[in-house]
């Protein structure tokens, strides 16, 4: 059974930084990609992808991010890091790990971000 935990979110005020990991286990089939996606509390919100990366290391980044985040990954560890730069109060949400193997995507139990202006 693949399970996803994630870490490392909490309070910070804006031009802070913070850096989530997301530990993957259970793992049967290879870890095709992993992403960050968030989703802010808000009614009718929808979870937004942040960042994404494969095993060759190929990244891909939601506009507004990509001079401030930078994902990475372990392959060995089967984890997944997204370090977040110069955050902004716009960036509070809570931040969620998918992993994709094989034909499968698996959810992580997701992390709160708050950023204080």
């Known amino acids: 059974q693949v399970q996803l935990v994630e870490s490392g979110g909490g309070t910070v005020q804006a031009g802070g930084s913070l850096r989530l990991s997301c530990v993957a286990s259970?793992?049967?089939?290879?870890?095709?990609?992993m992403r960050w996606y968030r989703q802010r509390q808000a009614p009718g919100a929808q979870r937004d992808l942040v960042?994404?990366?494969?095993?060759?290391?190929?990244?891909k980044y939601s506009e507004g991010v990509s001079d401030r985040f930078t994902i990475s990954m372990d392959n060995d560890k089967n984890t997944v890091f997204l370090q977040m730069n110069d955050l902004k109060p716009e960036d509070t949400a809570v931040y969620y790990c998918?992993?994709?193997?094989?034909?499968?995507?698996?959810w992580g139990q997701g992390t709160q971000v708050t950023v204080s202006s």
């Open positions: 960042a994404a990366i494969d095993t060759r290391g190929n990244t």
């Open positions: 998918l992993l994709s193997s094989g034909f499968d995507s698996y």
């Open positions: 259970g793992v049967m089939y290879g870890v095709n990609a």
